[in-house]
């Protein structure tokens, strides 16, 4: 079994419930255990600023799927939610993102699939979220809390739970 961190976000339609509904589908449709699920998180938008904030979050499982298999289903999910990868804007607004993070300590450069994410130390939506369930946890070399503290998390804040 792997153990691997996903986060996800959108800022589209009722993104709170979607995140909920899509974590669902993850250990559903993967077969996985959930580990840890971090609060959702309000965040400015990255890359194209002119949209609505976006809601984040991150959780960790447990699966036996392959990286590559895990992906595919990643985007299953997030088609099943109105994503439509073929035709938004990079960083524009959408309904679901679902971004693999790292799995186990695997380290992978292909054209479809980069592990550990390329730019999750640039990313203080992912940083925060990550923080919360596994402030220790060593993702390429840095460990998750040490990364956050290198970016700017402003203008990020925790949302109330929800009933």
């Not at 980069?114 to 640039?122: A, G, K, M, Q, Y």
Request: glycine content about 6%; proline content about 6%.
């Amino acid at each position: 079994m792997a153990d691997v961190l996903i986060a996800l976000g959108g800022n589209v339609g009722d993104v709170r419930t979607t995140i909920r509904k899509a974590i669902a589908n993850i250990c559903g449709m993967t077969q996985a255990a959930l580990l840890g699920r971090s609060s959702d998180y309000s965040t400015p938008p990255w890359g194209e600023q002119q949209q609505d904030r976006f809601i984040n979050a991150c959780i960790e499982i447990e699966t036996s799927l392959d990286p590559h298999a895990l992906l595919f289903t990643l985007h299953k999910i997030e088609a099943k939610f109105g994503r439509d990868r073929a035709n938004e804007l990079r960083w524009g607004p959408r309904t679901l993102d679902l971004d693999l993070i790292a799995y186990d300590d695997v380290t992978l450069s292909k054209p479809e699939l980069t592990l550990p994410h390329p730019h999750v130390f640039e990313r203080a939506f992912v940083l925060v979220p990550l923080a919360e369930i596994v402030p220790d946890r060593v993702i390429a070399g840095r460990r998750v809390a040490d990364a956050l503290a290198g970016v700017s998390a402003d203008g990020i804040f925790r949302l109330p739970d929800l009933d």
